[in-house]
């Protein structure tokens, strides 16, 4: 039986500046969700939720992800999304110690993936791919970055600096702990975006993934499936 749902697709010459085509797709407004992933060459965006999977705190196997993502609907997917670090601990049979979800994957309607070779604009409907060739034609190359540092003035709320030191403590002592990830809040935020895009080209590190916006929750995506 034909799937209902097929990608169309496009091919565009490679862009000099693919990391400014991810930030300009990201902060247009158009996707919600979406993920912005890297892997060596070749940088990808995922808008739009086509089908999603979630793994809840009582999830103690993958079994649910297969299923879900064995009856898509559509050839040719991929799936982006993030899992959280207590999902290794419930996998193993263990209580994550967390109420919230474990995993999060969509497999999108619009993607853009470019690389050395050109860009690939995929839609599942005319209308999308026809608005994502014109928003990656128009944009990227163009999409300009203020000079100079993010200045946030950001008052140390929630103890910060005191859980900073409870954990290099804990790292240093005779602990089962080996890292420690620790956030904030912190108002005036550049949004993952722009912040992303100054990170990735500040450390010179090639990372491999991120930062998307599932759901108003900024997390590390899977890689591709």
């Given amino acids: 039986m034909t799937a209902p749902h097929r990608y169309r697709e496009v091919r565009l010459p490679p862009t ?3 990391l400014a085509l991810m930030v300009w797709l990201a902060r247009s407004g158009l996707f919600d969700p979406y ?5 060596l060459d070749e940088w990808s965006f995922a808008g739009g939720a086509l089908a999603s999977v979630r793994l809840d705190a009582g999830a103690r196997s993958l079994s649910a992800v297969e299923e879900r993502l064995a009856a898509l609907e559509v050839e040719g997917w991929r799936a982006y999304g993030w899992a959280a670090f207590e999902l290794g601990i419930a996998l193993a049979g263990c209580t994550p110690g967390t109420d919230s979800d474990l995993l999060h994957l969509m497999v999108p309607c619009d993607e853009v993936r470019a690389g050395r070779h050109g860009v690939l604009v995929r839609s599942v409907s005319t209308e999308g791919l026809d608005r994502l060739v014109s928003l990656v034609t128009a ?4 999409a300009s970055e203020p000079a100079g540092r993010i200045g946030l ?6 103890n910060y600096r005191a859980a900073v030191a409870a954990a290099l403590v804990d790292l240093h002592a005779d602990s089962p702990l080996q890292k420690v990830v620790l956030s904030r809040h912190t108002p ?3 949004g993952p975006a722009r912040a992303g895009r100054r990170h990735r080209r500040g450390s010179g590190i090639t990372p491999g993934h991120s930062p998307g916006n599932m759901n108003g929750q900024t997390r590390s995506p899977l890689p591709s499936w």
């Fill in 16 to 18: 000099e500046e693919p």
């Fill in 35 to 39: 993920v912005v992933y890297e892997r």
């Fill in 139 to 142: 944009g990227g190359e163009s």
């Fill in 153 to 158: 003035a950001v008052a140390d709320t929630g």
């Fill in 188 to 190: 005036g935020s550049p």
